[in-house]
């Protein structure tokens, strides 16, 4: 969730320019998604190595893409 309408959380931040309203990323927005492009190089890693996730890992996963 990009919580847009919350300042502190927002992930963008709604701007206006002469060609109309755009929206641009916040610090707090930079942040998470370098956390979520290291978590993907890492996820990316382990597909290369044939590393499966480990029960722990997986089960702590938000979204399951593969079928067990």
Not at 19 to 36: C, D, I, M, P, W
Request: net charge positive; charged share 30%.
């Amino acid at each position: 969730m990009a919580h847009i309408g919350d300042p502190e959380r927002a992930l963008l931040k709604k701007k206006t320019n002469k060609n109309g309203h755009f929206y641009a990323k916040t610090q707090r927005g930079s942040a998470v998604l370098e956390q979520v492009a290291a978590y993907v190089t890492e996820c990316l890693d382990r597909m290369e190595a044939g590393v499966v996730p480990s029960k722990e890992m997986w089960e702590g996963l938000p979204i399951r893409w593969f079928n067990r």
